[in-house]
C-alpha cells in the first residue's frame, strides 16, 4: 500500500462527483500516480452520501466533515463543499496534516484567502485549487509556446467567460444572489479568467472594472427580493510585465454555455483558445509567407501531453471531466515532490487578490492597484 | 456481488485501454448499473499486459486468451485484439456462456461476421459492437428528432469520415497494408459511417463506389512493397426508405484527425454534425420566420441524456473516451434487460454486410445491391 | 473609343442585373481594360427592360433579341436569358461577329451544346461561360498552389453544392420542375461543381450518379402536378489523372443558401474552401512540426490577385457580386489577347459533358463514361 | 438632368477609390436614387489623379482641393483625403453649400470636430461619416430585433476591432506613428467600434482605457525614433441607459485582418456579429425548447435589406465594398430628404467625443466621463 493514497471527498455536487470520477480514473489513465484509494465521502446530505459512496465505492460515508478530514486513512482531502465552508475545512484539514485540493473561488473573503495561504504555508502540506481549466493540454502547450518564445513577448490579452445560468430574470432569487455567497460573477468566473491571465502573461497589477446586475431584484416566496450580487463585470487590467488587457465575465450571457475565450497578442504572433471547441488551439506566426499564412488550427493530440495517455488518436477530444483526471494527476505528482505545483494556495492567493480588486473597483468606481 | 459483474478486457492497445477506463468508470457516473469487477486483461505482450493489470486494478494478467474468455470469475468479455481475431474469440466467449463487447469491425470477412452473428443467435447471450460514435448525446438526440418528425422523412444524407495517419507516402509498409488484415479504410472507417447512416436513416440496400490508393508502394525493409489496401473510398447508397446517401471515408487526408462528419435533410428541416466538435449538434428548422432562421448549434447538455450524469452543466463537454462510457453502461442494461440493444451482432451484420458490398462495387466498377 | 467596347445585356434578371454591375465597374476597379459602353439591354418584359436602361444607363433598351445581337455599336454580348434560349442566342450573336458571354448551363441539351462549341471554333470569336465561382481569388491562389506542387499531385476530392430554393414541398410547381428546362439540379449546380473539379483536378472520365425527387408532385392550378426534375444528385466520379472524387448537390437542403465546399487531398497537403465564407482558404501542409501543425484559414487579401484592385485591405472581404467583376476583366482581357480564356466553349463543353454523363448514370443506374 | 447629382471625390487612396466605386455603381444597383455624375476627382498626386480620372470616367481632374469643393457642378463631396485636411476641407465644401460625405474618423482633434458640427449646423447641408460598418444588411437587422424589442433591453456589450498592419517590429517608423496624426488605434477604430455602439446600445457616457505601445521605437533613417501614438486599447464604459460594455482595439494583433466583432446580450437574449464572416449574423432567443435551442447563424439575404438589390439569393453575399455602395444610396436618401441620417456630423461628434474620452483616460489613468 506504499503506492497509494487514501483520499477523502467533502461534498456530492458538480465538483465533488467531479473530483470523485477523477480519484476513480487517474491510476488507469496515468499509470505512473500513486494508486487512490477512496476512504471516505462526506456530504451534508445523509441520502445523497450514501448513493455517492455506493457509486463510487467509497469505503465510508458520512455527514461529519471535521471527522472526514482528520481520519487517519486520509492522505488528501478533495474539498468541493459550498465556498463558505472552503476555509474552515481547509485549514482543518491542513492541521491534521492532510494535503488539500480545494474547489475555486478559495473563500468568500480574501482575509480567508490569506489564512489559508498561510495555513498551507505552516503545514507544509501540499494544495492545490482547482482552476481546472488551467490543465488542459491546448492550454499548457500555450504556455510553452509562449515561454519558448514563439510569439514573443506578449503585449495584450483578452479573455471572456459566459454563461447563461442567471440569464433568466424569472428564476427566483437564490443563495446566488445573496452578498454572503461572494461578489457573484467575479468570483465565481473572475478566477477561472484569472488564473488563465496569471499563468499566460504574468501577474496583474491594476485593474478597473465595471459591474452590472440585469435585475435589480428577483422574484422569491416573500415576493421581490433584491439581487445584490453581479452577474456582468467588464474590466481592464495591467500587467507587471507591462501588457495589457481585459477581462469579461457574465453568468447572464444568453446562448453561452461554457465559454472560455482567450487570446494573446505578441510582437511575433497570437495565439487564441475557446473552451467550447476546447480540443483546439489557434496559433498565428508572423514569420510565414503572407499569401499562405492565417491562423492554424491544432487540434491537441498525442504531442500535447499529457492528451496521449487519454487517446493515441489526435483530434478525438478530451471533455471536461478529463481535466480533472490530469489535474488530479499532477497534484498526485506535487504531493510526490515529482513535480511543481501550478495553483498552490500562494499562487493562487494572487489570483484571488485581483479578483477581490476587481470588484473594489468596480464598487468604488476607480482604478485599483492590486 | 449480486448487483457485480466480472469483466474481461482483451488487447491493451488503444482500444483495449478505452474499454479498461470504461468499466473503470461506468459505475461511478451512473450509478444504476452493476458494479464492473476487472477480473482479467489479456494482451499477448507480456510486459505491457502485467502493467495495464497494474494499472486498472484488474485481478489476473494473462497472455492465454482462451482462458481469459472461459474464466468463471468473468461474465463479460471485451474484445480489443486485432480483427483477425475477432471471430475465433468471440465464438469462444458466446460459447463458454459470456456476454461480449466487441471492437469493430466485427471481423475481416463477412464469413465470420455472419457467424458471429449465428453464434450470438444461438447462444442467446447479449452482445454489443463498439461504434461508439452512436453512443454521443448529440447523435442520439438527432436520432429523437428525427423520430419525432422534426425534420420529416429523410430524403438525403451524407457522411464523411477522414484522417490522416496513413497520409505519409514515406511510412513504412505495414500490416495494415496488408490485404490479410481487411480492405483499408472501407472496413476501418466504413462501418463508423455506415452504422451512423443505418441509424439515422435506416438500411442501405445498394452502394456504387470508387476506391483509391494513393501509394502504390511503401518502402519496407526488403525495398518497396506493394499496397494492398485501399486509403480512399467514396459511394454513393441507396436506402431501403427511399433516400439517397454519399459515404466518403479517408485515412490519407492530410490535416483531419478524428473528422466525421454527417448530414440529413428533410423535407421540413436539415441536421448536421461534426465529431471533431462533437458537443454540438447543428438544426436547421424550416417553419421559422425566415429573417431570423438560421443553423442553431446547439451544445449538448443535461437535456440530452445522459450527458447530465457527467456534468450538470451544458456546454462544458464530454470527451471521446465519455462515449465509451455511455456505451458500456448502454451494455450493462442490455445485458440487465432494462434496455434495448443499438448494435447488437444481428444488426451490425447488416452494416458489415454494406460495408462488404462497398469493397466488392469498387472491386468490379458496378452497383451492389446489399 | 478604340479604348472602348460596346456592350448588350441580354437578360434583366438575377443573372443580367449581375452582369450589368459588372460591365458598369470593372474598369473603376481594373483601370487596365477597355471601357465597356452599355449599348443595349434586352428582356422579353418590357417595363423592366426599360427600368434596367435607365438603372444602369443603357442608350437602348428591347426587347428583340435578334435585333440586339446584331447591332454594329455592340462588341461583346451577355447572354443571361433562360437556358434554353442560349443555344440560338449565342450562335445568332457569334454568327454575327460578337464575343460572347454566356451564363452557365450552356444549354438544356449536349446537342445544343455542342452546336455553340463548334459555332464559337467557327467563328473565331472569344466566349466565357458564367461559371463564376472559378474567378474567386482565393480559389485561383488553391489552383496556383496545386499547380506549383505544394500538396502533391491531387488524389481525391469533393464537392458540395447545396441551396435550399426548392426544399419547401408546399412551393407550387414551376417550370424548373419541368423536364423541359433541363434535368434539375444536375445542370443547375452540376456545371458549378464540376467547372470546379476540372480546373483543381483535371477532367472527369466517369461517374456513377443516384439521383432523387423529394416531392414526386407539387400543387398546381389543375391539381398535383408530376415532378420531372431531380433536386438531389449524388456521384461518386473519377479523374484522367487518377483521382476519385464526389460530387452532391441539391437544391432542396434545407438551411444551405450558397453552400459551395469543396476539398482536395494530395500526399503532401490538403486544400479546402467553403462559398458561404468566400474570403477564406483553408491549407494544410504537412511538412510542419506536428505538435503546432493545423489547417491554416487564409483570408485573401493584397496577395490574392486581384482582390487588391478592390481593397487594399485583406480579410476585408469580396463579396458575390465582385466575382462577376474580375470574369468581366477577364474576359475582356481575353477579348484583347492579353490572358487565356479559363472557360471558353470548347473547355466548358467538357464540363457540361459531365453534367450530361450525370444524368445518363442516374437514370440508368450504372457508371457511365464521359 | 434634374434626377442627377454631380460628386467630387477628394482622394484616391484606400477610401478615395472605395467612394469613386460606390457612385459608380449605386444607381444600377438601387435604381430610385438619382444618378451620381462624376464630376472631379482630386488629389495631390497629380499622375495618380489622373489614372482615377481615366478609370472611373470624371470628367475633370485636379490638385486643387478648393477648387474642387466649390466648383459649380458638384452638389456632394466625397472627403478622403487623410484626417488632418477633413476640418478645412468639409467646412470649405459646406460654406460652398455643397452636401459632405465625409471619412472616419471626422478629424484629428476634437475641436475640429465640433467645429465641422457646427459648420455642417449653420449650413443646412446634408452629412455623413463614412462609418461604413454600420450599413452592413446584418447590422441594420440586428438594430431592427434590439428595437422591436427581441432580446429586451441590452445589459452588456462588447466589441473588438483587430488587424495586424502595425504588428510588425520592423517595420519603419511612418505618420501613423506621429502624434499629428491623432491617437493611433484609438481614433482609426475607435470610432468604428464606438459608433456601432451607440447604434446598438445607446451613447456611451463614461470610459477607462488602458493603451499600449508594443514597440516603443521603431526604425527610421536616422535611426531608432519614437512611437508617438498606441496601437492597443482596451477601455470598459458604461451607456446613458444604464448597461456596461467593453471596447479593445489593436493594430498590432497578429492574423486579424479585418476584425470586428461584437455582441449584445438582453435578459430575453443575445446577438453577436463577426466582420471577417459579415454575411453572417448569430441570434439566440431564449424563449425556446433548450433541447434544440442554440445560436441560429443566419445568412443575409433579401430578407435582410437592401441585400435583395444586390442578389436575389440569400448567402451569396456581400463584400466591403458594397456596405459603401449602400452608404451612397443612403445619402443620397438622406440629400433627398427620403430618409433619416444614420451617422451624420451631429450625431458622428458623439461618437468622436467618445473617442477623445478614452483618449484622455488612458492617459490620465483614471474613468473619464464623455
Not at 502573461?201 to 431584484?217: E, Q, Y
Amino acid at each position: 500500500m506504499s503506492d497509494s493514497i487514501g483520499v477523502a471527498v467533502i461534498g456530492t455536487g458538480f465538483m465533488g462527483k467531479c473530483h470523485a470520477m477523477a480519484w476513480t480514473a487517474v491510476k488507469g489513465v496515468f499509470g505512473d500516480v500513486p494508486r487512490p484509494r477512496l476512504e471516505i465521502v462526506c456530504d451534508s446530505d445523509e441520502p445523497r452520501v450514501r448513493a455517492a459512496a455506493e457509486a463510487f465505492g467509497f469505503a465510508q460515508a458520512t455527514t461529519d466533515w471535521q471527522a472526514a478530514v482528520r481520519d487517519p486513512s486520509v492522505d488528501v482531502v478533495s474539498i468541493a463543499a459550498p465556498n463558505e465552508f472552503h476555509a474552515a475545512m481547509t485549514i482543518a484539514a491542513l492541521a491534521a496534516g492532510k494535503h488539500v485540493w480545494c474547489e475555486k473561488p478559495m473563500a468568500v473573503s480574501f482575509d480567508d484567502v490569506a489564512a489559508m495561504r498561510d495555513a498551507a504555508e505552516r503545514s507544509g502540506r501540499k494544495t492545490c485549487v482547482g482552476y481546472n481549466y488551467v490543465h488542459n493540454p491546448a492550454v499548457q502547450h500555450a504556455v510553452r509556446l509562449i515561454r519558448s518564445g514563439v510569439i514573443g513577448k506578449v503585449a495584450s490579452f483578452r479573455v471572456t467567460m459566459d454563461e447563461d445560468f442567471m440569464a433568466d430574470g424569472s428564476a427566483l432569487w437564490s443563495l446566488k444572489n445573496d452578498a454572503a455567497s461572494g461578489y457573484g460573477v467575479i468570483d465565481d468566473f473572475g478566477c477561472h479568467t484569472v488564473s488563465l491571465a496569471h499563468l499566460l502573461v504574468g501577474d496583474i497589477v491594476s485593474v478597473s472594472a465595471v459591474a452590472a446586475k440585469p435585475f435589480a431584484t428577483r422574484p422569491s416566496a416573500g415576493g421581490a427580493r433584491s439581487v445584490e450580487t453581479d452577474d456582468v463585470v467588464h474590466a481592464v487590467v495591467t500587467f507587471a510585465e507591462g501588457a495589457i488587457g481585459t477581462v469579461t465575465v457574465s453568468r447572464s450571457a444568453w446562448g453561452h454555455k461554457g465559454r472560455l475565450d482567450w487570446e494573446v497578442h505578441g510582437p511575433l504572433g497570437t495565439i487564441a483558445f475557446s473552451q467550447e471547441r476546447m480540443n483546439e488551439l489557434r496559433l498565428y506566426v508572423a514569420e510565414e509567407e503572407p499569401a499562405t499564412n492565417g491562423f492554424r488550427t491544432i487540434f491537441t493530440g498525442p504531442d500535447h501531453p499529457p492528451y496521449g495517455l487519454f487517446c493515441p488518436a489526435p483530434g478525438h477530444g478530451l471533455g471536461f471531466n478529463d481535466l480533472k483526471i490530469i489535474e488530479a494527476a499532477h497534484f498526485l505528482r506535487v504531493i510526490g515532490g515529482r513535480e511543481s505545483p501550478i495553483y498552490d494556495f500562494e499562487r493562487a492567493s494572487r489570483v484571488e487578490a485581483v479578483v477581490h480588486a476587481m470588484a473594489r473597483s468596480a464598487r468604488e468606481g476607480r482604478t485599483v492597484s492590486v
